[in-house]
């Protein structure tokens, strides 16, 4: 029996196999579309995006909450009696979902709490690193491991445009959105996380094809990158000319293993159809 269990939320977009793989647990965050409350993973993305068409408006989310995460935790020591729970989660700077978290366990002995102060690949990073350390160091004690994965914390990078800069504005979360206004018909922003918060670092100019790659090489620059692993992002819509594209430059900096994510309900109910992103762990 498995002595740790790793947590995460689903705004993690982790891939299935990965999740089935590290038997990783996901608790789903919310999405609120036409007075309905969706689990983050049951509402296909697509609906999303139709949604918007129909009404020219965006759903809302919600993070999961503390009566959720009670239920969560207490299920994991219902399977696994003996574990420790290493719960590794969404950015608190951008949702209250680790906040009920912390309030949850409090119910709970050996639950070691995270911010990953990241979202989607870039919080899936970090949780993927711990899920390989448990496997090369199985009787790896909880702290030691907790230790392992807050130095890793900050050493996660993601960047990423929007496909749509109507979602973005509406959604409400990029911190510095004022300086965009005005000028949203003509520029590609790049959304990084600082500190936990979504940020505007810079403004590309032209079509998706050429402002992803001006991005994905300001950001090689940027960040001396693990080339062991690199996650590539895209939301539904993204030409398959641009990923091909950004998997040549993956392939041509040396990375040795490029997954691609696809952006889940989350982030896509604030990016847009036709995003791409970026997410590594620096050296």
Not at 29 to 34: A, F, G, L, N, Q
Not at 143 to 163: C, D, H, M, N, Q
Request: with cysteine; proline share 4%.
């Amino acid at each position: 029996m498995r002595s740790i269990i790793l947590s995460t939320e689903s705004g993690a977009d982790l891939p299935e196999d990965m999740i089935e793989k590290h038997e990783i647990q996901v608790v789903p965050m919310h999405i609120i579309m036409d007075g309905n409350d969706y689990l983050d993973g049951t509402l296909p993305v697509g609906d999303i995006y139709k949604y918007h068409e129909r009404t020219k408006n965006i759903p809302s989310t919600t993070a999961t909450n503390v009566h959720e995460y009670e239920e969560f935790f207490a299920s994991i020591r219902n399977r696994f009696p003996d574990c420790a729970i290493v719960h590794i989660g969404y950015t608190s700077k951008a949702s209250s979902s680790f906040q009920n978290a912390v309030i949850a366990a409090e119910e709970f002995e050996d639950i070691y709490l995270i911010d990953a102060l990241n979202v989607t690949a870039g919080l899936g990073a970090v949780v993927l690193y711990a899920a390989d350390v448990l496997e090369k160091d199985p009787d790896i004690k909880a702290a030691r491991l907790v230790e392992k994965i807050e130095v890793v914390v900050p050493k996660s990078r993601l960047a990423f445009i929007p496909g749509s800069l109507e979602f973005l504005k509406a959604g409400g979360r990029v911190s510095n959105m004022g300086s965009l206004i005005g000028t949203l018909l003509k520029i590609k922003p790049r959304i990084d996380l600082k500190d936990g918060k979504l940020m505007s670092t810079k403004k590309y100019r032209g079509k998706m094809n050429g402002a992803s790659e001006k991005l994905f090489n300001d950001y090689l620059q940027e960040f001396d990158i693990d080339r062991e692993q690199l996650y590539l992002i895209y939301s539904i819509g993204l030409d398959e000319t641009v990923k091909n594209r950004m998997q040549e430059i993956a392939e041509e900096n040396g990375f040795q293993d490029v997954r691609w994510i696809q952006a889940g309900g989350m982030i896509s109910t604030h990016s847009g159809p036709g995003g791409f992103g970026v997410a590594g762990l620096e050296k």
